[in-house]
């Protein structure tokens, strides 16, 4: 209890330049994200500062979260006499990677084994610090704050005040963040494993449509490399080592040659990090199947896949050379979605996407179609999902003033409004799943108001998944149906 008020104490220090009546204010609502997947990483870093022994701790993002079934690990270590406590450590990409490197860089000791794994994108190889996704982490954990350094606690006190207002609007709503579906902290047992189901691949195409991977233009910002190589001088101070491994990618999603595009960003990441690689991220390009909600996260039987791959590769590394046979699971078939083609659909052009998964974009207007006021793109055609929408498909659809999508569309590219002048009402029918969209999707329509199903408003307030929510800045032109 002790230790606990003077972590509080030393919190509210950190933030004395915040007017008292600010804090108060903060102090006096009810938590808000307790039962959310942010607050995931209180209970990982508490894991991690108090687990005893040799540790190995997994860095990254949701990759780790998704991808490694830490009991698993420890297991197939064991067999072979390497016992070490295994602390998941990556969570959220909104919060960044360079905030779970200062966590954890303070808690590390003599024996312990970190591995550093990290989504291939040039948010998660950067210094980003998502100082509002971080204030919903440290709601009821005041610990983290004191955890971060100067120019990420300066980042908190300039977002102190939005939160607040976050939080205000959610108490005076009644619509409290969903704690339920992998996106929550009951999705994880005590020692920081996700044990939530994940049965196979429930993306329409098999992969993110809109987030395709290009492994040749992945960058590391040079911050982030000090960052990174800083962390690695320390652990070797303290008689830890660090080594570099690769988060999954779904080989769906990747644009170029995979084999060129591996390469090529394994070449940038040996030049930037100064710690030894155990891995070849070849071995992490994985089919479709294996695959949940994301290019980067990983359903169960693909964790366990994962995890198995990653105990050969450090085996390998401690200099265990015998013929090891892990068990591997069988890839699961995909989940099917009703496809329900309407009689809009000859408003619409369409063009192919996916290779032999098929699915569908709309890609313009019919003649007809230009002449509707109200549309309502189908969620299929030709008996395959419709999954987003190209730059231009609304072009010269000035009659347009209603516009209704439905939930197999997975991203909406920059600007794709601008050619609707009279467009007023957007109607989204997604209750599971964000359409994912861009800073600039909205761009040249700002007469455009946004309707969303009531159950579904915490979604796009809080977002759905661990990357950073766009949809929240939308906020006041949003509303409930």
């Known amino acids: 209890m002790r230790r606990r ?54 860095v990254g993002g949701s990759n780790v979260a998704f991808g490694v079934d830490g009991g698993l690990l420890k297991q197939l270590l064991a067999q072979y006499g390497y016992e070490y406590t295994v602390c998941p450590f990556g969570l959220y990409a909104a919060v960044g990677t360079s905030a779970m490197l200062e966590l954890s860089q303070g808690q590390l000791r003599e024996g312990d084994v970190v591995v550093l794994a990290i989504e291939p994108a040039s948010e998660a190889l950067s210094a980003y610090f998502g100082a509002s996704a971080f204030w919903k982490c440290a709601e009821d954990a005041p610990e983290l704050l004191t955890a971060v350094g100067p120019a990420h606690r300066a980042a908190l006190a300039g977002n102190y005040v939005g939160f607040l207002q976050e939080r205000a609007a959610i108490c005076s709503s009644g619509q409290f963040p969903q704690g339920e579906g992998a996106y929550a902290k009951s999705s994880f047992d005590e020692s920081g494993n996700m044990i939530f189901c994940r049965a196979g691949n429930i993306m329409a195409l098999g992969w993110d449509t809109g987030a395709p991977v290009d492994l040749a233009a992945v960058s590391i910002s040079p911050d982030f490399a000090r960052q990174v190589n800083d962390y690695c001088k320390a652990a070797r101070e303290r008689g830890a080592e660090v080594y570099l491994s690769f988060s999954p990618v779904n080989r769906s999603a990747l644009e170029g040659s995979p084999g060129e595009g591996a390469a090529a960003y394994f070449r940038a990441c040996l030049d930037a990090f100064d710690c030894p690689a155990v891995s070849d991220p070849n071995r992490y390009i994985l089919d479709s199947g294996w695959f949940y909600d994301s290019n980067f996260h990983l359903n169960s039987a693909g964790a366990v896949l994962r995890t198995c ?10 200099g265990c050379y015998e013929q090891l046979s892990f068990p ?9 979605q009703e496809i329900e083609e309407t009689a809009d659909s000859g408003w619409f052009s369409f063009s192919a996407v996916g290779g032999e998964n098929a699915g569908y974009v709309v890609s313009g207007l019919t003649q007809a179609g230009l002449e509707q006021a109200a549309l309502a793109v189908p969620a299929g055609f030709n008996g395959k999902p419709v999954v987003g929408m190209e730059a231009h498909a609304l072009d010269g659809a000035v009659a347009l003033e209603e516009l209704r999508l439905p939930e197999t569309i997975e991203s909406l590219p920059e600007g794709v409004f601008s050619g609707c002048p009279k467009l007023t009402r957007l109607v989204l029918e997604h209750t599971r799943r964000l359409c994912r969209i861009t800073e600039r999707t909205f761009s040249g329509a700002p007469q455009v108001k946004i309707y ?26 949003i509303f409930q149906y």
């Open 452 to 477: 969303v199903p009531a159950a579904a408003y915490p979604l796009y307030r809080d977002g759905d998944g661990c990357e950073t929510n766009l949809w929240s800045a939308l906020l006041d032109r």
């Open 328 to 336: 591997r699971p069988a890839m699961p078939e995909a989940i099917s």
């Open 309 to 318: 791959l990653l105990a050969e590769d450090l085996l390998a590394q401690f």
């Open 5 to 58: 008020i003077i972590q509080i104490a030393a919190a509210l220090l950190l933030l004395a330049i915040l007017p008292a009546s600010l804090l108060g204010v903060g102090v006096s609502l009810p938590s808000c994200y307790q039962d959310s997947y942010y607050a995931q990483l209180p209970a990982l870093y508490r894991r991690l500062t108090g687990s005893t022994g040799k540790r190995l701790i997994l």
